[in-house]
C-alpha cells in the first residue's frame, strides 16, 4: 500500500471501534481555544496533562484497550 492512506477497515471486520480519542496537553485551553478557531469538526477531546500525547479507548473483541 505505498503512497496510499492507511485503512482501518480490517480493524473494524475484526469488530474493534474507537470509543474515545482525547489529546493531553499542558495548556489544554489553548488547544481548545485553536481547534474552535479553526471550526475543526470532530476535533479530539482536549484535556489538561502533564506532557502532549493522544489516547485512543478501543472496543476490540478481547476488551477495551488504551493506545498511548
Given at each position: 500500500?505505498?503512497?496510499?492512506?492507511?485503512?482501518?477497515?480490517?480493524?473494524?471486520?475484526?469488530?474493534?471501534?474507537?470509543?474515545?480519542?482525547?489529546?493531553?496537553?499542558?495548556?489544554?485551553?489553548?488547544?481548545?481555544?485553536?481547534?474552535?478557531?479553526?471550526?475543526?469538526?470532530?476535533?479530539?477531546?482536549?484535556?489538561?496533562?502533564?506532557?502532549?500525547?493522544?489516547?485512543?479507548?478501543?472496543q476490540t473483541?478481547?476488551?477495551?484497550?488504551?493506545?498511548?
Amino acid at each position: 500500500r505505498q503512497g496510499k492512506s492507511p485503512s482501518f477497515s480490517s480493524e473494524a471486520e475484526q469488530g474493534c471501534k474507537l470509543l474515545d480519542f482525547a489529546l493531553e496537553h499542558p495548556d489544554a485551553e489553548k488547544v481548545r481555544a485553536l481547534y474552535r478557531t479553526l471550526n475543526i469538526a470532530g476535533a479530539p477531546t482536549v484535556i489538561q496533562g502533564a506532557v502532549f500525547r493522544y489516547t485512543a479507548k478501543i472496543q476490540t473483541p478481547g476488551g477495551i484497550k488504551v493506545l498511548c
